[in-house]
């Protein structure tokens, strides 16, 4: 088994300060379990081996010299395939976008990993513009699942999540719009947070408006808070950037949860689970109150907001085709065209009509936490089923939204939501842990998430190589 590419960012970065190996040593494991695994999962649209060896050497020159750049310095790391990076094209998962032209800025999360000495190794698979809760794309095909490839990995962040459960690297940043890091987080076994709006900055702007977030995804909850500090923080290029954090996220991580009080939610009121996910999230809910948390059960009383979240997201993704002339939607994916047909053509009056939806479920969530420190629902209803399909077979709704219930609501109300491992189904299936916090409690989150990771151990569970 090569076991340097089973290793935390963590244990990297502390096997680097203790001379036990190098980055270069890190990098060639990554490099060789991308060429070992990513055949079956297809979870690469970009490796640049020679790029990577080059800056590993470069990162292990400064761990000798003992002058690393900062906390990530020789972390292999792979970035979506929606982040604009240097050098290498942002093609987006659609035929729509040339790669053959010039491309010479970093958005600002690669600029951020660039300064702490991040090896990149390369992009990560998504769907057309991110615009669904699987990864397949005309232009890349489909992406699978590193415990049974010939499942999803979720979207839209789906090759971001392949890469990191099968040891391509241990961590990379994906984006979240309506659950995108959250669902293939949920499906792999591996931990993603959508963290509070504007907290990493985003440019070029989404076309998805301010429903659209960037975020870890790793193997841990330490890991991520690590990540978080690395890519948050101020950048101009982004009008609604949040100020940068005056502290670590790994602040108070193992502080533990008994000074909390947790409501578990298991539908959100209108959900509906697969008994296995609601057994295991149960069991999850149970670990808190062992933990020393008050835990009620109890409803955050918000209806199901996804005719609103359709019509802010469609129209978003009906807009970003217009850039590409009148005929581009005759080539995009038939769930895409469909989606926009069906729900993206909306007047101004309709928009404004969702957006008052979004903004009475900011208010419900707000005073809902004034009671409650955190929310746990499932991450998702469901476990993974067959890649390339946009909704389980025989499902009651082709719409990607039908069922991932749990996640884009907090992309509406900008609240950090984190997705951890809960436990696995009889077929050996992930399932995942929603712990949501009030805008600005990241901290909070990561913590809890913490306590949950060490009390439950899911985490270290590795799938087989395919």
């Known amino acids: 088994m090569n076991e340097l590419a089973q290793l935390t960012a963590t244990d990297l970065l502390e096997g680097y300060r203790r001379g036990e190996f190098t980055p270069v040593d890190a990098a060639e494991a990554a490099l060789k379990a991308i060429e070992d695994s990513d055949s079956a999962v297809n979870a690469f649209v970009i490796v640049e081996a020679q790029q990577a060896l080059e800056a590993a050497e470069a990162s292990s020159a400064r761990w000798r010299a003992g002058r690393p750049l900062g906390p990530g310095d020789g972390v292999p790391t792979s970035i979506k395939d929606i982040f604009c990076t240097r050098g290498w094209p942002t093609l987006r998962g659609t035929r729509l ?84 890091v959250r669902i293939p987080a949920a499906f792999t076994g591996t931990v993603a947070i959508k963290p509070t709006y504007g907290l990493v900055p985003m440019f ?116 970003v085709l217009d850039g590409y002339g009148p005929h581009a939607i005759e080539q995009v994916d038939p769930g ?68 991932t219930p749990y996640t884009y609501p907090f992309n509406m109300t900008q609240q950090p939501a984190i997705s951890v491992p809960c436990g696995f189904t009889s077929a050996g299936l992930p399932a995942g842990l929603q712990i949501i916090g009030p805008r600005h409690a990241d901290r909070t989150v990561l913590r809890a998430a913490q306590a949950y990771e060490e009390a439950a151990d899911w985490g270290t569970r590795r799938p087989a190589r395919p």
């Open 97 to 180: 976008i040339d790669a053959d032209r010039p491309w010479e800025e970093d958005a600002p999360c690669v600029a951020r990993l660039r300064e702490t000495g991040a090896v990149l190794l390369g992009k990560t698979t998504t769907p057309e513009f991110a615009w669904k809760g699987v990864t397949d794309s005309l232009r890349h095909g489909s992406t699978g699942n590193p415990h049974a490839p010939r499942l999803t990995s979720g979207g839209s962040s789906g090759g971001s999540a392949a890469a990191v459960g099968s040891g391509m690297g241990p961590w990379s940043v994906g984006t979240d719009g309506g659950g995108s």
């Open 336 to 403: 895409l065209r469909r989606c926009i047909e069906e729900h993206g053509r909306i007047s101004a009056s309709e928009f404004l009509d969702a957006t008052a939806v979004r903004m009475d479920l900011g208010v419900t969530m707000g005073r809902f936490h004034e009671t409650y420190d955190l929310l746990l629902t499932p991450t998702l209803p469901i476990p993974a089923f067959p890649r390339a399909r946009d909704a389980p077979e025989q499902w009651h709704s082709p719409d990607w939204t039908s069922w």
């Open 204 to 319: 070029p702007a989404s076309p998805f408006g301010t429903l659209a977030h960037a975020g870890p995804m790793t193997r841990t909850v330490a890991d991520a808070a690590l990540l978080l500090d690395i890519i948050t923080g101020f950048d101009s290029r982004d009008w609604s950037a949040a100020p940068t954090p005056t502290g670590s996220f790994l602040d108070g991580l193992r502080d533990g949860v008994a000074d909390l009080r947790i409501a578990f939610s298991p539908a959100l009121g209108f959900g509906d689970n697969d008994p296995e996910i609601d057994a295991l999230v149960r069991a999850a809910a149970a670990t808190f109150e062992q933990l020393g948390a008050a835990v009620d059960e109890v409803d955050p009383g918000i209806d199901d907001p996804v005719q609103a979240f359709h019509a802010l997201w469609f129209a978003g993704a009906a807009k």
